[in-house]
């Protein structure tokens, strides 16, 4: 697992051990980043599930101002702000050890304006995909110029999502990479609160 390009390009990272955390493979990565890679110049990136934080990393060494990495395992935490170190790319990001429901419900007290990107792979079989686009919905921490990209094993991000919860969203694009999707979402205008 690596940087694939950017500031940090080619920086080896470290991984955490066992099977706790999926790494998103490198060439699901790269096609992301290759999708946006015009346009992060500056912008705010949020990794909601960030486990190793490489695509927050990946986010600043392609230009991003800010990568706010959040994750519940103080482990995997720690092993972030190891790779952010690594990177040189540190300053950039703000790690937070947090469960996502408190931080999304912390972000609209926290009168920040709304992520350019959130990204969300949480873990594929954790039946988490609902409630955490309908809590983004609900925190401000998204707005209708977000993109979320979701990783996930579904062919159909409906076979994860109530049609209620996802009608919030409209989907951009779906793309599929072996057995995992990843799904484009943008919050429509009249679900911001």
């Known amino acids: 697992m690596r940087i694939i390009t950017g500031k940090a390009r080619g920086t080896k990272l470290l991984s955490p051990e066992g099977d706790s955390t999926r790494p998103t493979p490198e060439r699901v990565k790269e096609a992301i980043f290759s999708s946006i890679q015009f346009q992060l110049e500056g912008t705010r990136f949020l990794d909601l599930f960030a486990g190793s934080g490489q695509m927050g990393l990946e986010?600043?060494?392609?230009?991003?101002?800010?990568?706010?990495l959040v994750d519940s395992s103080a482990e995997a935490v720690s092993l972030i702000k190891e790779?952010?170190?690594k990177t040189r790319l540190f300053e950039f990001c703000r790690i937070v050890?947090?469960?996502?429901?408190?931080?999304?419900?912390?972000?609209r007290r926290s009168g920040e304006s709304a992520f350019d990107y959130i990204y969300l792979?949480?873990?594929?079989r954790s039946n988490l995909y609902a409630d955490v686009l309908e809590r983004i919905s609900e925190s401000g921490a998204a707005d209708p110029h977000t993109?979320?990209?979701?990783?996930?094993?579904?062919?159909?991000?409906?076979?994860?999502?109530?049609?209620?919860?996802?009608?919030?969203?409209?989907?951009?694009?779906?793309?599929?990479?072996?057995?995992?999707?990843?799904?484009?979402?943008?919050?429509?205008?009249?679900?911001?609160?």
């Open 59 to 68: 986010a600043v060494s392609r230009g991003a101002s800010l990568a706010v």
């Open 83 to 85: 790779n952010a170190k």
């Open 97 to 107: 050890h947090y469960q996502y429901p408190d931080y999304l419900r912390g972000f």
């Open 121 to 124: 792979d949480p873990p594929f």
């Open 147 to 193: 993109l979320v990209i979701v990783e996930s094993e579904a062919s159909d991000l409906s076979e994860l999502v109530p049609q209620d919860s996802l009608k919030r969203y409209g989907i951009v694009k779906t793309s599929k990479y072996g057995r995992i999707s990843i799904t484009w979402l943008m919050l429509r205008k009249e679900e911001v609160l």
